[in-house]
């Protein structure tokens, strides 16, 4: 599986951007899609994810309100439309896909992952 994200940038506190990550390959058994971040001097953390069977959604608490994951499972796409940005969300976010058919929602079983896009949010 090979994940290709884009839609990062600089903007302004409380401004938006919108990321967006095609998977392609071997896709069919495909069961979520999320996204994590990951900050200068920080861990990667969980930022959000879909259920692609239901398209259940699930976010982390400190974009809860702020950030929408949704999916087009016609093209294997996974989208992050982020709102009222604020500068402690600047990090690379990363896209992740479970490919595996295994992971039990919300515990996906992320196995393949995307190249990365910054998001830079001044203040």
């Known amino acids: 599986v090979q994940l290709q994200a884009s839609g990062g940038g600089l903007v302004q506190a409380g401004g938006s951007l919108r990321l967006s990550c095609a998977a392609s390959?071997?896709?069919?058994?495909?069961?979520?899609m999320g996204w994590f971040r990951q900050a200068p001097g920080k861990e990667r953390e969980f930022v959000a994810a879909i259920s692609w069977s239901d398209f259940n959604t699930d976010y982390a608490d400190s974009v809860k309100g702020r950030f929408t994951v949704s999916g087009d499972n016609a093209k294997n796409t996974v989208y992050l439309q982020m709102n009222s940005l604020k500068p402690e969300d600047t990090a690379v976010y990363y896209c992740?896909?479970?490919?595996?058919?295994?992971?039990?929602?919300?515990?996906?079983?992320?196995?393949?992952w995307g190249q990365g896009t910054q998001v830079t949010v001044s203040s």
């Open positions: 992740a896909v479970d490919s595996t058919g295994w992971g039990t929602w919300p515990d996906a079983l992320y196995d393949y």
């Open positions: 390959g071997r896709t069919f058994r495909m069961s979520a």
